[in-house]
Each structure stands twice: as C-alpha cells, then as structure tokens.
C-alpha cells in the first residue's frame, strides 16, 4: 500500500474519531419519543356515567355505534389535521348518535364530544405499550362521566383493529407506520417487554469516506 493511501486510511479513521466525539448524534430519549408520537396520533376515549355494571354496558354500546360512524367518516383523513376537522365538524352528529343509543336504552343521560390535552398513564393496547404522558383526545362523555372509560388510537385508525388475541393486525400497524417513525415504533414495543432506549450513534461518515477513497485510490 503506498504512503498515499496509508495517509488516506489515517485520515479516515481521525475523521471518524472526531465525528464519534463531538458529531455524534444521539437518538430521542423516551420523553421525546412520546411528544413526537403525541403530536402524529389522537386518542378516543368514551367515559361511562358510573361504574355499575348497567352504565359500563351502556358505554359500550355506544362505543360500538361511534367507532362505526367515526371509522366511516375519518376513512379518506390523510393526517391528523384533516382528522380534527372530519372530528370537529361532525361532533353534533356523534353527540346524536350517542344520545340515540342511550335513549333507545331507557335512560337520559346527556352526551357531550370534545378535544382535549391530557395526561395519560401507560397504556397497552394490544401489542403495543404507550408510554405515560400528554396526548391529544377525543372525549365522548355519557351522563356524569365518572366511570371507567373505554379507549382506542383513534388516528390512526387502530380503533377498527382487532385485538382479541392480543395483537394488532397488520392494516392497522401499517396505518401506524404511514405516520410513525422506526424509533417512535421501536418504542411502542420496547415498553411492552420492559426495555430501556439507550442513545446509538451513527457512523455515516464512515459510508461516506470510504466511498471517496476507494474510488479515488481504487483501494482493495
């Protein structure tokens, strides 16, 4: 190998050493990741009048009627913004249909649909765990709203999945993946087995260096 390249190769390495120390790029820490994550999805939440068996059921009930009417309505949202408009727009008629279904149940709870930004603890859903913190939501409240609430990822559309046997279904993940970076998913399911993200660096100057030599000095 000549003077040349061996110059060349020391070069490359002291770049590298030099990128490794003050160019490194760290990744999202999970705080981060969930703020990010926050910001691409809305969450839907239905929150029953109490906790007697009766109004959980009725809660229920309602859910079924809304997720397929909002399933219906959001199909064509291509981002989050356009499904807070479709939302917004339609929060009368989701009221109505709330109402329709709590009437036709013998009972006169009001009904009242909103957004709102709220901290949530860890969740899991299906096979995927989101961590703790403020998110996006879409209320239906019934009645007093002190019971137990039912909830979904309502976009993207991983109310519609299904998860009987613990996982969710392929559409759905591909759903989650139009609008999710690899690290914002890779955190879904590290939580789910209790692993922690540590910071990596990426050594694209390594790609980039060896490119260059190896076509400048044809090295081998």
Known sequence: ?????????????????????????????????????????????VRA???????????????????????DILKDAKSRDDAEK????N???????????????????????YFEDSYFPVKVYGDMTFPQGIYE??????GAA?????WCVLYPSL?????THGTVGEEAKKDLEAVLDEDELELLYENQNGTKREYIYEFKIFTFLNK?????????
């Open 1 to 45: 190998m000549s003077r040349c390249n061996i110059l060349s190769w020391c070069l490359m390495a002291l770049c590298a050493v030099v990128f490794f120390t003050y160019s490194g790029e760290k990744k999202r820490s999970a705080g981060q990741l969930q703020q990010d994550i926050a910001g691409q999805i809305i969450r839907f939440h």
């Open 91 to 113: 929060i009368e008629n989701i009221e109505n249909i709330a109402k329709g279904v709590i009437k036709d149940n013998k009972k006169e709870y009001n009904v009242k649909a």
């Open 146 to 150: 002190d019971g137990k609430n039912w």
């Open 137 to 142: 939501a879409f209320r239906v409240d019934i």
């Open 49 to 71: 009048n109490s906790d007697t068996d009766e109004d959980q059921q009725l809660k229920l009930l309602v859910k079924e009627e809304l997720v397929t009417y909002i399933g």
């Open 212 to 220: 260059i030599f190896i076509t400048k000095y044809k090295l081998k």
């Open 159 to 163: 109310c519609f999945a299904d998860i």
């Open 86 to 89: 479709i939302l917004s727009d």
